[in-house]
């Protein structure tokens, strides 16, 4: 880690980029549902030929509801681990505790963000759009695999948000613009997030020695398994929303590209978008080189 991601830089950038929620959402700020929400390379909807592109718009917004609730149940996961790692402690850099105060609150304002993107999302669509639940017992698995497995999971989320703003940019420009401004606005305090999580990861691997980091990529991979059978879950709750809102149910083979297509695309946008992603690996591989190496080899299947 360069001397350019100190607590106090990290702290200083996310103090000028700040935003208030009602600078987001709220008033007339709402999502216009005759757009796409979330970028193609997330949403896989083009190739689903026996879908018309009502029933593809349908669907991608389906999975831009998927995508608010995941991130609030995962934002609701990490956060105890960032406020566990805020108070001060002796010999600490003097920038650590304000830095990491700054970035509990951040991830306060996010939940409660997507929250309310969540809640506008479902006073407008036309069915209710099923989540896999409950959140209590998912943050709890979550958080089994301990202190240091939940630090590289944190990074790889935090990770993840930067490409979520960059493939939203860089691709459609019909998307709407408010679920753009929520990625954006995301994204912009997210990128103070990865650096500092990269910090405290490496804090807590120098501690802990390399017998505990191998350990930890383990269970931060047990954590990858398990976050992909709740995507799995996900598909089939995503086809069941589809179905209501298009009032018909698709045909076996239908439904079976339906699943292989959507797991995927779900794969990408929570798990290969970070495990591909050169700022997490570069985080990962100043402390284990081995780990990185062990990321890289099973990345390709979520991407
Ligand atoms: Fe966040
Ligand atoms: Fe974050």
């Known amino acids: 880690m360069t001397q350019m991601h100190s607590y106090e830089r990290l702290l200083a950038t996310s103090r000028r980029v700040n935003w208030r929620l009602e600078d987001i959402i709220g008033g007339d700020k709402k999502m216009d549902f005759s757009r796409p929400f979330l970028p193609e390379s997330f949403a896989r909807v083009d190739g689903m030929d026996f879908l018309d592109d009502g029933e ?11 995508y608010l609730a995941m991130f609030e149940l ?8 960032i406020d566990a790692h805020t108070p001060s402690r002796p010999d600490q850099d003097e920038w650590r505790t304000p830095a990491m105060s700054q970035f509990a609150a951040e991830e306060a304002k996010h939940i409660e963000l997507f929250t309310r993107f969540r809640r506008d999302f479902t006073e407008s669509f036309e069915v209710e759009c099923g989540f896999v639940g ?5 943050g709890a698995e979550i958080r089994s695999h301990g202190e240091l497995a939940l630090a590289i999971f944190v990074l790889a989320i935090e990770w993840a948000t930067q490409v979520h703003y960059a493939e939203s940019v860089r691709g459609d420009p019909s998307l709407d613009p408010q679920f753009k401004s929520l990625l954006r606005h995301h994204w912009l305090e997210e990128s103070q997030h990865a650096k500092l999580d990269a910090l405290v990861f490496r804090e807590l691997a120098t501690r802990a020695g390399p017998e505990q980091v191998d350990a930890a990529l383990q269970g ?5 398994g398990y976050v992909d059978t709740l995507l799995k879950q996900q598909t089939a709750l995503d086809l069941a929303s589809l179905e209501k809102a298009i009032g018909r149910t698709l045909p076996g083979g239908e439904r079976d590209a339906f699943s292989q297509i959507q797991h995927q695309a779900m794969r990408w946008t929570f798990l290969g978008s970070a495990l591909c992603n050169p700022g997490f690996l570069e985080a990962i591989g100043a402390v284990s080189p081995d780990g990185r190496a062990l990321i890289e080899q099973v990345a390709p299947a979520f991407c």
């Open 74 to 81: 995962v934002e609701r996961c990490i956060l105890p681990f």
């Open 134 to 138: 409950p959140a209590e017992a998912i």
């Open 56 to 66: 593809k718009r349908l669907l991608n917004q389906i999975r831009g509801h998927g």
């Open 220 to 224: 931060f991979l047990a954590i990858g």
